[in-house]
């Protein structure tokens, strides 16, 4: 049984023109996780510039997360929005099923296993 949990950090580098093309997408992406469950938090952080992007995913456990990754939010828009940015990183955060795990390695996430400390979800 994994813990309750899990946390993504997403770093974009927004192509020099597009912020408005991605800005689109991303209120998109945001209206979709919303009506997920599992999605605690879902929140895009941009600089001055507009050039870099940090998206900060909050999920109550592995499952959501997975059900995340195979929905309609990743599977749609996250191609749309790589044709308007790079991955500039992408780290994962929690206790993971093995599927999970997997299918977030394929996507380029690093993995962190909780180590010490706690929640309080």
Known sequence: MTKPGVYFIVDLAI??????????????????????????????YCDAA????????????????????????VQQFVPEILRVSTLAGFSVYGDLSDEAAAVLSEGGAQLFQTWRGFNRF
């Open 50 to 73: 507009r050039r870099k992007c940090r998206l900060i995913e909050i999920y109550t456990d592995s499952d959501a997360a997975l059900v995340h990754c195979k929905g309609r939010v």
């Open 15 to 44: 192509t020099e023109g597009k912020a408005d093309e991605f800005q689109a997408i991303a209120e998109k992406m945001v209206a979709g996780t919303r009506e997920e469950a599992g999605a605690l938090a879902y929140e895009f």
